[in-house]
């Protein structure tokens, strides 16, 4: 990786700006990503909560999913958060019949699964790599159901008296299924870059 690296930020729609702003003021040079261009210009990319049904429409019209699946299967690191971790997904359950993830992470997610009464909330979560809990913000968020042999679990919350992870980890690719982006507390954009050595 070169000295000083570019990380992405998908501004399709979503939370782009929050990221945005966290990952500078970690001191991280960052770029917008809405082309193919602008994808070649970067060595990792964060994509945003948002509304996954949108993004994968957004993702084909802009012409970014071909390069972006590409990217990802040679192995760009890359952070989703509740919608980005939708996309970044192998198999994505209640989404929409053209609804493609990218399979970037070997997990199955089940979009909107807490439940109409449980839509959104807050939680303090342990986080394996964090000395103390973090605050969670969910907000229509997708659980993973599923996951590979080399996927790691770094939280779980208690849905229906099951753990259902909420942070995971397979190699460069991270997925968190709250919004960091949205309280202050940069620790876990932080473990990303640490993860994938910036
Ligand atoms: N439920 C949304 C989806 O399916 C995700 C919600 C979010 O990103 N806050 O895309």
């Given at each position: 990786m070169s000295p000083s690296p570019t990380v992405g930020v998908?501004?399709?729609?979503?939370d782009v700006r929050e990221h945005t702003d966290a990952l500078s003021a970690l001191g991280v040079r960052v770029q917008s990503v809405r082309t193919p261009a602008e994808l070649e210009g970067v060595e990792a990319l964060v994509l945003p909560g948002g509304e996954s049904t949108t993004l994968g429409m957004l993702l084909r019209s802009s012409g970014l999913d071909g390069p972006l699946r590409e990217r990802l299967a040679g192995g760009m690191p890359a952070f989703g958060t509740c919608a980005g971790m939708i996309l970044l997904a192998t198999t994505v359950l209640d989404?929409?019949?053209?609804?493609?993830?990218?399979?970037?992470?070997?997990i199955v997610v089940r979009r909107n699964a807490f439940g109409r009464q449980l839509e959104s909330f807050e939680s303090d979560l342990s986080i394996t790599g964090l000395d103390s809990p973090m605050h969670a913000v969910f907000i229509r968020a997708p659980i993973v159901e599923r996951y590979g042999e080399g996927v790691r679990v770094l939280a779980a919350v208690e849905y229906r008296e099951e753990l259902r992870p909420v942070v995971c980890q397979e190699g460069r690719v991270l997925i968190a299924s709250?919004?960091?982006?949205?309280?202050?507390?940069r620790r876990l954009h932080e473990l990303f870059l640490t993860h994938i050595g910036i």
């Amino acid at each position: 990786m070169s000295p000083s690296p570019t990380v992405g930020v998908l501004a399709l729609q979503g939370d782009v700006r929050e990221h945005t702003d966290a990952l500078s003021a970690l001191g991280v040079r960052v770029q917008s990503v809405r082309t193919p261009a602008e994808l070649e210009g970067v060595e990792a990319l964060v994509l945003p909560g948002g509304e996954s049904t949108t993004l994968g429409m957004l993702l084909r019209s802009s012409g970014l999913d071909g390069p972006l699946r590409e990217r990802l299967a040679g192995g760009m690191p890359a952070f989703g958060t509740c919608a980005g971790m939708i996309l970044l997904a192998t198999t994505v359950l209640d989404g929409r019949a053209d609804q493609v993830p990218l399979a970037a992470i070997d997990i199955v997610v089940r979009r909107n699964a807490f439940g109409r009464q449980l839509e959104s909330f807050e939680s303090d979560l342990s986080i394996t790599g964090l000395d103390s809990p973090m605050h969670a913000v969910f907000i229509r968020a997708p659980i993973v159901e599923r996951y590979g042999e080399g996927v790691r679990v770094l939280a779980a919350v208690e849905y229906r008296e099951e753990l259902r992870p909420v942070v995971c980890q397979e190699g460069r690719v991270l997925i968190a299924s709250f919004h960091p982006e949205l309280t202050s507390d940069r620790r876990l954009h932080e473990l990303f870059l640490t993860h994938i050595g910036i």
